[in-house]
């Protein structure tokens, strides 16, 4: 993450996100990564995201989606 600025900005797609009934995970990871989404992304978050056994809040999807893809990126 470059900076807070890519964060609030993360968050409030998030929050307008969460503002809906039910959450996608690959909602969720458009919102957080753009226009870098893509199946394997979703398949990795949501791997994650369902071996974790409690709610995460909004900062904590957008910084974990955000250092899967880090990873991913690295992994290349």
Same mark, same amino acid.
Not at 25 to 51: P, Q, T
Not at 56 to 75: C, P, S, T
């Given at each position: 993450?470059?900076?807070?600025?890519?964060?609030?900005? =993360?968050?409030?797609?998030?929050?307008?996100?969460?503002?809906?009934?039910?959450?996608? =995970? /690959?909602? =969720?990871?458009? &919102?957080?990564? /753009?226009?870098?989404?893509?199946?394997?992304?979703?398949? *990795?978050?949501? &791997?994650?995201?369902?071996? =974790?056994?409690?709610?995460?809040?909004?900062?904590?999807?957008?910084? /974990?989606?955000?250092?899967?893809?880090? *990873?991913?990126?690295?992994? &290349?």
């Amino acid at each position: 993450m470059s900076s807070s600025e890519d964060l609030d900005s =993360i968050l409030d797609r998030l929050n307008t996100l969460s503002e809906e009934e039910e959450m996608d =995970i /690959g909602d =969720i990871v458009k &919102a957080v990564v /753009g226009k870098e989404s893509d199946e394997e992304l979703e398949d *990795w978050v949501r &791997a994650a995201f369902e071996d =974790i056994d409690r709610s995460l809040n909004l900062v904590e999807m957008a910084q /974990g989606i955000l250092a899967i893809r880090d *990873w991913r990126e690295q992994q &290349a």
